[in-house]
Nanobody, 115 residues
Framework: QVQLVESGGGLVQPGGSLRLSCAAS????????MGWYRQTPGKQRELVAI???????NYADSVKGRFTISRDNVKNTQYLQMNSLKPEDTAVYYC?????????WGQGTQVTVSS
């Protein structure tokens, strides 16, 4: 079993920045991939960004050029740096990790972009 704990969400004005963190309860070196998803009420959870064990990254078109995903294998933590935030980025953001084809999720952290 793996626990994922997100932090860093909050309220920010349009154009602002936030950095989300996701700490894993075990080494992330053995993960196949880690990533971030987000969800708004009434909509399906959508992929925001993903990073593989080889550090290859992929982003949703809506966040390309604004968000950056990274991972620190020493701290067993992944990050999502979010810049130039827009109101449409408002959502609950979930951390994701795939360990040997088993998916784990964090509890979610709220990000609200509003003036």
């Amino acid at each position: 079993q793996v626990q994922l704990v997100e932090s860093g969400g909050g309220l920010v004005q349009p154009g602002g920045s936030l950095r989300l963190s996701c700490a894993a309860s075990r080494s992330i070196v053995s993960t196949n991939a880690m990533g971030w998803y987000r969800q708004t009420p009434g909509k399906q959870r959508e992929l925001v960004a993903i990073i593989t064990e080889g550090a290859n990254t992929n982003y949703a078109d809506s966040v390309k050029g604004r968000f950056t995903i990274s991972r620190d294998n020493v701290k067993n933590t992944q990050y999502l740096q979010m810049n130039s935030l827009k109101p449409e980025d408002t959502a609950v953001y979930y951390c994701y990790a795939n360990y040997r084809a088993t998916a784990y999720w964090g509890q979610g952290t709220q990000v609200t972009v509003s003036s």
